[in-house]
Nanobody, 125 residues
């Protein structure tokens, strides 16, 4: 189970931090991935950031590189997304996601994700 929080209304150039609380079972995969996706109205869902839990190998979408930071807190079973220098194009519903075991490599692919939270809305205006 994945539960997002932290969304809201923010001005352009501002910051927001999203949090995803994962059940202990979801988070226990050292060979799995956690990530953030987003979907804006009328657009397809896109990957934003991912982290391979065991190696902490991180990947970002080009559109958020240098502005967003994904991190994990293993003790709290939490994955965070720090969003800085936001712009109106970042407006979307943001979803936390997790994969099953990923053992063939030590990084994440956007197609690895199979479980989703309900989302938290981020509006930049």
């Amino acid at each position: 189970q994945l539960v997002e929080s932290g969304g809201g209304l923010v001005q352009p150039g501002g910051s927001l931090r999203l949090s995803c609380a994962a059940s202990r079972y979801t988070y226990s995969y050292s060979s799995g991935c956690m990530g953030w996706f987003r979907q804006a109205p009328g657009k397809e869902r896109e990957g934003v950031a991912s982290i391979y839990i065991g190696t902490r190998n991180i990947q970002y979408a080009e559109s958020v590189k240098g502005r967003f930071t994904i991190s994990q807190d293993g003790r709290e079973n939490t994955v965070l997304l720090q969003m800085n220098s936001v712009n109106p194009e970042d407006t979307a519903m943001y979803y936390c996601a997790s994969s099953g075991p990923v053992t063939s490599r030590r990084y994440c692919d956007w197609d690895d994700f199979v479980s989703w939270g309900r989302g938290t809305q981020v509006t930049v205006s």
